[in-house]
């Protein structure tokens, strides 16, 4: 979570909330060392639908056609 001072966050307030809004990540401003508040983006009150959440999250890694046991296995289970 980024950190900024409560100077800074003074003199670029317009800039600082565009970015929060933008890269919808919360920020600390502090002061002397401790921190002061949070800010963090606004949530729609609308529920986005879970349907989805996982999309571009999963990774296939070798192959998914082929057993994962060899032929024997196989023949073992066979009557």
């Known amino acids: 979570m980024e950190e900024i001072r409560l ?3 003074q003199e670029n307030i317009n800039n600082i909330i565009a970015a929060i809004t933008h890269s919808r990540k919360p920020v600390l401003i502090s002061d ?3 921190y002061l508040v949070k800010i963090v ?3 729609s009150s609308e ?3 879970w349907l ?3 999309h571009d999250t999963g990774k296939i890694t070798g192959d998914i056609v082929s057993p994962v046991e060899d032929s024997h296995a196989w023949e073992v289970l066979s009557p």
């Open 7 to 9: 100077t800074t966050f």
């Open 32 to 34: 002397k060392g401790k």
């Open 41 to 43: 983006p606004f949530a």
């Open 47 to 49: 529920t986005e639908s």
């Open 52 to 54: 989805g959440c996982m």
